[in-house]
């Protein structure tokens, strides 16, 4: 079924959702989003009638997931961490392998946290919620994506300060544990088709996807404390090189690194 088909008898949520040639799980998303319910609704009023404006609006919707734009963008929003956070085109959409650096954080349990590139503010507004006592700020170069990470901390209740910053240009203060998801994939990687539709500004790096956490590297010093954390993503690809260029800095040791995780500790 096309986003301008007219089917001859009333569908049921039953019938639309075995017509779908998109995943089970996205056609049930798509509809539980527009009918404003969840999956378990769906299942226990399948005989419910679509109406046509219904209809429309649910084909068009899978017209988009079927040219693989991805369902948080068609959604307007992503789970992170136990929360619905919004998400545009102007900001990556939150993975799993983030969640774990979250979790990281927590344990370290630091009352003065700065996270740099926080795009949808995922990072910072659920350190922010789950440590209520810490202070958090968040910088980001792109305007846009502080518009929406402001909104998703509005919308969620963190008290988070925001500046907009090329990584640590325009920060002044000194941080217990600074926290970045920079974009860490390089040019002529395979990735997925779903990437096209995210901002390029918030994926990409030169120097083998390294470029930026090295800049980070060097210019971090002046924003940490003593005996400060760092905490980066990465691809497991990039921790080696990584790591033995923050030592060779001399201002870091290692402390850990797991996949797609590398903590560093100021000397």
């Known amino acids: 079924m096309n986003a301008n088909s007219k089917p001859s008898k009333p569908a049921t949520i039953k019938s639309w959702l075995a017509s779908q040639q998109i995943s089970r799980l996205d056609a049930e998303l798509i509809l539980a989003h527009l ?24 084909n068009n919707l899978v017209v988009r997931r079927q040219a693989r734009e991805p369902l948080a963008y068609i959604l ?5 961490y136990g929360r ?28 003065n946290i700065l996270d740099v590139g926080t795009g949808s503010g995922v990072i910072a507004v659920t350190l922010a919620l789950e440590l209520p006592s810490a202070q958090v ?26 500046i907009e910053s090329n990584l640590l240009k325009n ?19 395979q990735v997925s088709p779903e990437t096209s539709f995210e901002p390029e500004l918030a994926l990409y790096a030169e120097n083998r ?3 930026l956490m090295r800049k980070l ?11 400060g954390i760092l905490a980066l993503e990465l691809d497991p690809r990039q921790t080696e090189n990584i790591a033995n260029f923050a030592v060779k800095s001399q201002h870091f ?9 590398l903590i560093l500790q100021m000397k």
């Not at 956070?85 to 009352?111: C, G, M, W, Y």
């Not at 792109?142 to 925001?162: C, D, M, Q, T, Y």
């Not at 590297?217 to 005996?227: D, M, Q, S, Y």
């Open 253 to 261: 040791t290692v402390l850990q690194k797991a996949p797609f995780l």
């Open 76 to 80: 307007g929003y992503r789970e992170f």
């Open 84 to 111: 619905n956070f919004s998400v545009t085109p102007d900001v990556l959409i939150p993975r799993p392998e983030t969640e774990q650096l979250v979790a990281h954080i927590l344990n370290l349990n630091r009352k």
């Open 35 to 58: 009918l404003g319910h969840n999956r378990t609704w769906l299942i226990a009023h399948d005989d419910h009638k679509l109406t046509n404006s219904e209809l429309k609006l649910a």
């Open 209 to 211: 996807g390294e470029a």
């Open 137 to 162: 700020a968040a910088c980001d170069i792109s305007p846009a994506a502080l518009n929406v990470a402001r909104k998703n901390a509005h919308a969620l209740g963190a008290n988070v300060e925001f």
């Open 217 to 227: 590297i060097l210019e971090t010093p002046k924003n940490l404390k003593p005996n």
């Open 171 to 189: 920060v002044a203060k000194k941080f217990d544990i600074i926290v970045a998801n920079l974009p860490y994939v390089a040019h002529g990687w």
